[in-house]
């Protein structure tokens, strides 16, 4: 988030694009496989998307991230003692893997944090004693 910036409750996929650096297009399509579905539709049928989603898109960056960098270490370590490049980039190769991954792990837990409990997901704890 930018300074100055409000918080918004939803997201347009123009905005939802803004946010995570992936294309609108990227955005339609993970949408229409069911892995981002929308969180509601306006009158006129525009897709919006909550900030559940924002993290979940995040989430498939970091995982297209983790595979473009598996990608580039899976070709760049059998050549490293044969290509002096090869073994030059294999150090930033595994830097990208890692950030990917803490990519990955820090838009899971925002999932996790910006979910809303179901019936079944409440915290019986608080109540108090039960009565007899």
């Not at 300074?3 to 946010?19: M, Q």
């Not at 980039?89 to 999932?111: M, Q, R, S, T, Y």
């Amino acid at each position: 988030m930018w300074p100055g910036e409000e918080v918004a409750r939803v997201f347009t996929i123009g905005e939802l694009s803004r946010r995570t650096g992936l294309p609108v297009k990227t955005i339609r399509f993970y949408s229409d496989k069911g892995l981002l579905p929308p969180t509601d539709r306006t009158r006129a049928g525009y897709r919006l998307y909550d900030a559940q989603a924002l993290a979940k898109a995040s989430s498939l960056l970091g995982s297209l991230m983790a595979g473009a960098w598996l990608g580039a270490l899976s070709y760049l370590a059998p050549r490293s003692s044969e290509i002096v490049a090869a073994s030059e980039d294999l150090p930033a190769a595994i830097v990208g893997v890692c950030c990917a991954a803490a990519l990955i792990g820090a838009a899971l837990w925002l999932e996790h944090c910006c979910r809303t409990p179901g019936n079944g997901d409440r915290d019986d704890r608080n109540r108090g004693p039960a009565a007899d």
